[in-house]
């Protein structure tokens, strides 16, 4: 554990070609708890992109250059790095973004595992025999495939997961071999150069990787258009997910695009511990999680029981400061996402909901929030909030929840809560979403399975060995023989 964990800062406020670098212009990092500064990084420019994307791609065009077993070790190092250095990146996590540090604590956790679980992919790679003996055609020949590197992966991560998420998309590009250039989120830059140092101490080849904070409409569609990016990897809104379709133009894009999680609540089902897993899914991170649970429908007769439990529940958080190991809700990432979560419930208090608890705003911070009688047609409802707000509606017949459930434009996960094993599959199979969760809510993944959906919610998926199979392209060898 490193004992001073804020004693930390760049080296420099980028690095490409090798080599820790200031762009010609800065970028400020602010603390959106309080509005501090707390750090400095470059605001990179096309050029500065051009210059980077041009550099790993020289360094990529060697394919013996950097042996799979070189790559495994070094990102097992990094691992180990990563959880050695664990208080810095808690700080770094909370201090520049919104997390409470219980929270960072967690999402150093996952990190660690997600680089441990990328350095186990090698297996995967090494691809298979091919059946020619299956057709005539392929008398005399044998081949296999080999799964061999993408190339050049433009990396795009957002600011709710600014380790992890990063994590993510960097170690599966390099067990593959790639190079890697990464836009971080503008407000959480810090973290991203962070875990950048570890991967150069651990042995990564310093021309593999590139890190360019920068705004996403210089850096990012400089970075998705570059005509050497052979893959951009992106994580964030549905609107951006568009223009980064359209700007990449004819090449391959992984992009998980956020959601509008649902939570089915059945008759049979055990309401306390549903309640507790929805305020927890609804409010963790400020509700500022592509997986956050957004609406709740639970069967009519029990309905009540649950809207209580969560309001009492609701009731017991404690809104304060991320440095504070008692806080479970802390900022919105900034003062304008909060006005606008706000100015979403208003909106619909206004057309006819009610309002049981939150609704108040002060700064970035805002309230945990459950409504009940939500107009349709509500952004609370149709919209991805990104924010500590929950809408529960009762049902009497589940097919009118699945049916409402299945009418939002994202798919990505959702959950289910009951004791009828025949029911949860029945759900699972008609609810359009790449995930259900059975006696969970749609707030819960491992980062070794397939994550992704469908409609907005986006394209590919990520979890780290289906990441190396998205980094990577069979490359078959066939061979004539004589006999």
Known sequence: MNEHPTAWEPPAGAFWNGAWRNASTALAVHDPENGTLVGQVSDCSPADVDAAVEAVTLATLDPDGWPLWQRRTALNQAARLLADRAALFVHLISREGCKPVRDAEQEV???????????EQGDRLEGRTLPFGNTPRGANRIGWYTREPIGVVGAITPFNDPLNLVAHKVAPALIGGNGVVLKP???????ALAFLEVLLEAGIPADRIAVLPGRGATVGAALVGHTLVDMVSFTGGWASGNAVARTAGAKKTLMELGGNGTVIVLSDADVPRAAAAIVDGAFANAGQNCLSVQRVFVARNRAQ????????RTEDLVVGSKTDPRTDVGPLVDEAGAERVESWVDEAVEAGATLLIGGKRDGAFFWPTVLTDVPAGSRVLTDEIFGPVVSIESFEDVNTAVREANRS????QAGVFTHDLDSALAVARALRVGAVMVNDTCDYRIDAMP???GKRSGVGREGVPYAVDAMTEPKIIAIHTSA
């Open 109 to 119: 956790r996952r990190a660690t595992e997600t680089v441990r679980l990328s350095a």
């Open 451 to 453: 994550f992704g959906g």
């Open 409 to 412: 434009d994202y798919g990505l």
């Open 305 to 312: 029981e649950l809207v209580d439990l969560v309001v009492d």
């Open 185 to 191: 989120a503008e407000q959480t830059p810090l973290t």
